[in-house]
């Protein structure tokens, strides 16, 4: 999907890296493009980078919380996996108004997670762990409804482009900067 998605050539930013498998698989896969990872936790930015060790097109690891100021101020595309439902209600419009300002006219952001579409989960597992997120990790957590993450995009200057059903009730959204 992506091969489709990103650009040939230039900087792909990672919102919210994780561990850095994801960012490391990428990499491998898109030689001809540069990987700047981030993550809000300072203290994972060392598993991101051991996950990226010997990738030079993997830029080391850099602390972003989107609810701050951004240290990177252009990106070609950028890619923020898992983020949106792990995170509190605020984290939306931020990562929005932050796409919106690092990307050129044209630029591509993808988002993939869990959505609710017109309020409704779409899946019984999605309710399960929607559930499970405001239980365990932070009651501000959950799956976001598709539409009011439409709207703050909408509202940075963000178009939804394509809407993809992934696998485990999964989706992968498309979003163009205007």
């Known amino acids: 999907m992506l091969a489709a998605i990103l650009p040939p050539a230039g900087l792909v930013l990672e919102i919210a890296s994780g561990s850095g498998e994801h960012v490391s698989y990428f990499a491998e896969r898109f030689p001809q493009l ?3 990872p981030t993550e809000a936790a300072p203290d994972t930015l060392a598993s991101v980078d051991a996950h990226c060790e010997g990738l030079s097109n993997v830029r080391p690891a850099l602390a972003l919380d989107v609810l701050a100021p951004w240290p990177v101020e252009q990106a070609d595309a950028l ?3 898992n983020m949106i439902h ?5 984290t939306v419009p931020a ?7 690092v990307l050129a ?8 997670g869990a959505y609710k579409i017109g309020g409704a989960h779409t899946a019984p597992s999605n309710e399960s762990f929607d559930a499970w997120l405001k239980s365990e990790r932070d009651p501000r957590f959950g799956v976001r409804d598709l539409e009011s993450v439409k709207a703050e995009a909408d509202a940075a200057g963000l178009d939804l482009e394509t809407q993809l059903a992934m696998p485990a009730n999964n989706f ?3 979003w163009r900067r205007r």
């Open 34 to 36: 540069t990987f700047q």
């Open 105 to 112: 006219s044209g630029g591509v952001m993808v988002t993939y």
């Open 86 to 90: 792990a995170s509190v209600p605020e």
């Open 79 to 81: 890619v923020c996996i």
């Open 172 to 174: 992968a959204l498309i």
């Open 95 to 101: 990562l929005m108004k932050g796409a919106a300002k």
